[in-house]
């Protein structure tokens, strides 16, 4: 069956780093974008980042531009969210998700990790 694993998650100070990681299993990885999302307490998910199936696009926010990296592995099957520069606004769940096709609507994801808790704070 069909599993995608968050890893990486954890408290962190205001400008520091964290790489997320994402294990998939149960589908072909490589022929799916790969996305990561976010939800802050209180708030809607948000997107974040997407990258297609062979990593050769790359898609992000506006508002984590220049700060978050995202990359992929096929041959590990694992998708990355490299995050720098943190800000206490990027306190969330980070999700990853999969879709057959690009797509800012969460909502039309095909596939789901459990997330992981990104906190940042002094």
């Known amino acids: 069956q069909v599993a995608l694993v968050e890893s990486g998650g954890g408290l962190v100070q205001p400008g520091g780093s964290l790489r997320l990681s994402c294990a998939a299993s149960?589908?072909?990885?490589?022929?799916?974008?790969m996305y990561w999302v976010r939800q802050a307490p209180g708030k809607e998910r948000e997107f974040v980042a997407a990258i297609s199936g062979s990593g050769g696009r790359t898609y992000g926010v506006a508002s984590v531009k220049g700060r978050f990296t995202i990359s992929r592995d096929n041959a590990k099957n694992t998708v990355y969210l490299q995050m720098n520069s943190l800000k206490p606004e990027d306190t969330a769940v980070y999700y990853c998700?999969?879709?057959?096709?690009?797509?800012?609507?969460?909502?039309?994801?095909?596939?789901w990790g459990q997330g992981t808790q990104v906190t940042v704070s002094s």
């Open positions: 998700a999969a879709g057959r096709g690009y797509s800012a609507t969460y909502s039309s994801y095909d596939y």
């Open positions: 149960g589908f072909t990885f490589s022929s799916y974008w």
